[in-house]
């Protein structure tokens, strides 16, 4: 079987994760972020765009309110919040019906953001930034996304034991503060402190890190190492993106972090129905 089956414990009803993609929509409200920084910065915009996400098909929204690119300034506390709180809120109001996972690795913006109405904490830094961020999860009883991120790792050392040693240590963070082994989603993190190399070599050999027992998660969305392969720019990497989900997917990933859902949600579509079969109904 190349999808293990996961069922996520969240408030609202568990994640299923197993043979069926998930795909996990992009909402950053932030003015500099690498792709759309600018794009969705007001409330209503960003309102706007959730809902296009979703329909489109996204099952999960991935509100952020700091971009990490390259060179991007670091924001306070209050920042973060004064960007993605107004935007959770709307949602709330609306009634919005999508699970929304809160990008951030501040466990104060996190605590906030699960009080408002988000369901997963999204942590680029793995819980190693800011430990107190698993506290939160394990007080709410919110999935926590552990994502790798090392720029101090020695680099003549394999990218995948590198992978693997890293999210152990974020796995027992996890652990350590009670949040549910179920609860743990790892994120092996494309284009954080990883070369044009590393992440092909990454992306070739995913299944590697199924030894370490937790669902994965692929965000290789529009990224440098699709921009520097083909020479295009990052709205013009879509089908680069979408050949990344694909290739994750038959590799046994379970979530896809993008932001052109319509496009990669087909592929992963046609992707499931051609190893294991289309539905019944053919739809």
Same mark, same amino acid.
């Given at each position: ?7 996520v414990?969240?408030d609202?009803?568990p =994640? ?9 929509g992009i ?20 309102v706007e765009q959730?809902?296009t =996400?979703?329909?489109e098909?996204?099952?999960?929204? *991935?509100? @952020?309110?700091?971009?990490?690119r390259p060179g991007? *300034?670091? !924001?306070?506390?209050q920042?973060e919040?004064d +960007?993605?709180m107004p ?6 109001d609306m009634r ?9 690795? /501040?466990?104060?913006?996190?605590d ?6 988000? /369901? !997963?904490i999204n942590?680029?830094? @793995?819980?190693?930034?800011d430990?107190?961020i698993a506290?939160?999860a394990?007080h709410?009883?919110a999935p926590?996304?552990a ?9 003549s050392l394999?990218?995948?034991d590198?992978? +693997?040693?890293?999210?152990?240590k974020?796995?027992?963070?996890? =652990? *350590?503060?009670?949040v549910?082994?179920e ?5 092996p993190?494309f284009?954080?402190?990883k ?6 070599a990454? =992306?070739?050999? !995913?299944? *590697?890190l ?12 529009? /990224?440098?190492?699709?921009?520097n392969?083909?020479d295009v720019?990052p /709205?013009?990497?879509?089908? @680069?993106?979408? %050949?990344?989900?694909v290739?994750?997917y038959?590799k ?7 932001h052109?859902?319509?496009?990669? +949600?087909? %592929?992963?579509?046609v ?7 289309p539905?019944a109904?053919g739809?």
């Open positions: 079987m190349i999808h293990e089956a996961f069922a414990p969240m609202g009803g =994640l299923t994760l197993g043979r069926q993609p998930v795909v996990m909402l950053n409200v932030t003015p500099d972020s690498f792709s759309d920084g600018g794009d969705f910065s007001g409330v209503e915009a960003a959730a809902r =996400l979703a329909a098909g996204a099952d999960i929204i *991935d509100l @952020g309110g700091e971009s990490t991007s *300034d670091e !924001i306070g506390v920042d919040l +960007r993605v935007v959770l809120d709307a949602l709330a919005f019906g999508r699970v929304i996972s809160i990008d951030t690795y /501040k466990a104060l913006v996190a906030q953001a699960i009080q408002a109405g988000a /369901k !997963i942590d680029v830094h @793995g819980l190693q930034r430990p107190e506290d939160v394990a709410h009883g926590v996304i994502m790798h991120w090392d720029p101090e790792r020695d680099t394999d990218i995948i590198e992978i +693997r040693r890293w999210l152990t974020s796995i027992q963070i996890a =652990l *350590d503060a009670g549910a082994r609860q743990i989603i790892l994120d993190g284009g954080f402190a070369s044009f190399e590393e992440n092909y990454l =992306l070739n050999r !995913i299944d *590697d199924h030894a370490l027992g937790f669902p994965i998660l692929v965000g290789t969305s529009r /990224k440098r190492m699709i921009g392969l083909l720019a /709205k013009d990497r879509v089908f @680069g993106t979408v %050949a990344t989900s290739l994750g038959v046994g990933a379970h979530i896809f972090r993008v052109d859902v319509r496009q990669n +949600r087909d %592929a992963l579509r992707s499931s129905a051609t190893l294991y079969g539905p109904t739809g």
